[in-house]
């Protein structure tokens, strides 16, 4: 599992602050001319800090040597990495400086400039070492923006990215995700995507003959989830709402899908608890639940999460595994929204007294089915 606070970047044109993007990038580069930017993030600390001034130039037949740092655009986004080793004669590895776990295998083609900063290249012990700095700093001094509200964190954190979450690449599901579906959903079931974000799950799964609905509770990622549907000419349901509050007709749903960690935005167990017994309500007899969460993975994150248990008693969300995530806003402010780090145990107990029984995980899922004791 990525800890929650993983090291990320962006780059930004200066005056006023906002999000480079890689056409533009292009445009300015292909006239040789370098161009002014601003580095937002850590994912390159301390090579390069939160706010510095960057001048990027033109690379267009230059030879990249190891550990130069470049902007490249790997999934379409701008952002600043290093030259870590040569995979081809075409092929590029890119590795930010305190981030052990991304490597960025890219194409000539995407990189975009040099930023003219040449140095040692990042032994792999320095990035753990860098990284587990960063780690420790945020659970001494981080905490989500509105500790009372985390939910809302997290709202304003995909409203705001939204446009991003658009144009970025990722896979759509796994193949084990799909072959559990397959194992427990008949063909044309009726399948609920909680936390459906711009639609990529349900469009794949629509076009696999499964009728969907999809709930968000951020409009702007639910706004382009249906511009996409209607492209790809396919007809879901796309509802803009808090899972929390949303209700389904009883025994009308076959599955519901959980996508990447979105039980982990829920900030109170008794809301978790309950989000579940109503998903209980809404499947049919035999439908299960594809359940997603954030867990806890190793004595390095154990302990940065105690530190920060220990830091945040007695406020709202002080439960052991509360914690945040971080990220840019389009002006290059870094922000942190919410989300809940779990112990295997505590989610299967929340399963249980909601009346599910929990199966293996596999991936980033876990099964569940109800508990007809």
């Known amino acids: 599992m990525i800890p929650c606070w993983h090291p990320q970047s962006a780059l ?3 005056d006023p602050p906002a999000f480079a993007s890689a056409f533009m990038l292009r445009r300015l580069l292909g006239r040789g001319t370098s161009v002014p930017l601003l580095y937002a993030g850590d994912r390159m600390w301390p090579s390069v800090r939160h706010g510095e001034a960057i001048r ?3 690379s267009a037949g230059a030879s990249l040597k190891r550990g130069e740092i470049v902007v490249a655009a790997p999934g379409g986004i701008p952002d600043l990495l290093r030259v870590d080793e040569r995979a081809a004669a075409d092929r590029i590895i890119l590795r930010g400086d305190a981030d052990p776990v991304w490597r960025f295998e890219v194409g000539a083609t995407e990189i975009l400039g040099r930023a003219g900063m040449v140095s ?3 032994a792999e012990a320095s990035r753990a070492a860098r990284r587990r700095w960063l780690d420790l700093m945020e659970a001494l001094g981080g905490s989500p923006d509105d500790p009372a509200d985390g939910a809302g964190t997290v709202r304003a954190k995909y409203e705001t990215q939204a446009m991003f ?4 690449t990722r896979d759509e599901l796994t193949e084990g995700v799909k072959n559990r579906l397959r194992e427990n959903v008949p063909e044309r079931g009726r399948i609920l995507i909680a936390g459906s974000g711009v639609g990529t799950e349900c469009i794949a799964l629509a076009a696999d003959g499964y009728r969907i609905v999809g709930v968000d509770f951020a409009p702007a990622m639910v706004a382009i989830a249906r511009a996409k549907a209607k492209e790809a000419g396919l007809s879901i349901d796309l509802v803009a709402a808090d899972l929390r509050a949303h209700e389904e007709p009883a025994s009308s749903l076959d599955a519901v899908l959980f996508t990447n960690a979105v039980y982990s935005f829920v900030p109170k167990a008794g809301a978790r608890v309950a989000l579940l017994e109503r998903m209980a309500r809404w499947l049919r007899p035999g439908g299960v639940v594809l359940l997603s969460a954030r867990r806890v993975s190793g004595w390095w994150e154990r302990a940065v999460l105690t530190a920060q248990w220990a830091r945040m008693r007695g406020r709202e969300e002080g ?7 971080r990220w840019i806003t ?4 870094m922000r942190r929204s919410f989300v809940r780090i779990f112990e295997p145990r505590t989610l299967e107990a929340e399963a249980a007294r909601a009346g599910f029984v929990m199966g293996r995980w596999e991936g980033g899922h876990a099964l569940l089915r109800r508990d007809r004791g």
Request: no cysteine.
């Open 12 to 14: 930004l044109f200066t």
């Open 56 to 58: 990027v130039e033109p």
């Open 120 to 122: 040692r290249p990042v």
């Open 165 to 168: 979450y658009a144009h970025g």
């Open 319 to 325: 439960a052991w595994g509360a914690s945040h995530t």
């Open 330 to 333: 389009t002006d290059g402010r």
